[in-house]
């Protein structure tokens, strides 16, 4: 399969697949979002493969929503459209959830808004002790969508959840290893080597009773989840037609904070 924005290497029983779009900060605009979810598919009948790590081209791992794709708005003709479009994300997401073998996340740099639904999508996360993530979304006006909410609530627990998501500040390593939103933080350079380790210590056992096991608590844990959180892009829709996503997206690129009005 051909990608242009993802890159998917082979290593034995070990794939990487990499977001590969770092003059963009790997911002996920809807091309590399499609790519993600074909290549999260692509590991459904692949046998040899034990355990994927996701990791990011260049300096970060993700910027989180393309900014300028968007404009701030969804240009597309139509509610309809619209709508339909929104669900791209969630599709991203459950589409990286879903996959049968273990998958790490290999953080580094930022990991914000999108870019930090990726790694919490996956069964766990190592973070390079420069790392940062956070959910920026409220500060453009808008909800944390694409059903990662839950995925939040169910690493760190409510109280830390609400401060990440309503505040949207950037949290350090340090702080997301303390509260078990990453696994384990190392030295920078020392990152694929870590993450290889603890994806070899994973090859080792026997895959069907390890991705029983996986599937198994991913249903204990987000059994409501998509019952509960099916309207968040419908949420995302109405949010992103605000006066106050407008200043939000404004006042990033002119750095400045924003003045929201409620409107
Ligand atoms: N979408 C589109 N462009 C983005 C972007 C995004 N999400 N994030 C950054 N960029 C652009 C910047 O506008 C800048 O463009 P320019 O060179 O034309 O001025 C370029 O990428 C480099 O960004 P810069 O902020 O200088 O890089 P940095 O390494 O200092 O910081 C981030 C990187 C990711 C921490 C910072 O850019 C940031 O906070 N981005 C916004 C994250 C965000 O709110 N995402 C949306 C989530 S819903």
């Not at 404009?71 to 003709?77: I, T, V």
Request: hydrophobic share 40%; charged share 25%.
């Amino acid at each position: 399969m051909d990608f242009e924005f993802v890159k998917i290497e082979k290593h034995d029983q070990i794939a990487v697949l990499k977001l590969n779009r770092p003059d963009r900060l790997n911002a996920l605009h809807g091309p590399i979002m499609e790519e993600i979810e074909q290549a999260s598919k692509s590991f459904l009948y692949d046998e040899k493969t034990r355990v994927v790590i996701f990791a990011g081209e260049g300096k970060h791992f993700s910027a989180g929503a393309d900014l300028k794709a968007t404009g701030g708005g969804d240009s597309r003709p139509t509610r309809l459209l619209q709508r339909r479009h929104a669900g791209l994300g969630a599709r991203m997401i459950r589409s990286i959830v879903e996959i049968n073998q273990v998958t790490i996340a290999a953080v580094q740099g930022a990991a914000l808004g999108g870019g930090a639904c990726i790694p919490t999508a996956c069964d766990f996360r190592i973070g390079s002790n420069d790392c940062f993530m956070g959910y920026p979304e409220v500060n453009l006006g808008i909800n944390l969508q694409w059903v990662a909410l839950p995925l939040c609530v169910h690493l760190i627990g409510p109280a830390r959840a609400k401060r990440m998501v309503m505040l949207g500040n950037r949290e350090d390593a340090d702080t997301l290893l303390n509260w078990g939103y990453l696994d384990e933080v190392v030295e920078r350079d020392q990152l694929m080597d870590k993450v290889f380790e603890m994806a070899e210590e994973y090859a080792r056992r026997p895959p069907i009773a390890v991705q029983m096991i996986k599937q198994s608590i991913n249903m204990i844990s987000s059994a409501l989840d998509q019952a509960i959180m099916h309207m968040d892009s419908d949420q995302n829709t109405l949010s992103a037609m605000t006066e106050d996503r407008t200043e939000g997206i404004k006042a990033f690129f002119e750095k400045r904070d924003a003045q929201f009005k409620g409107n």
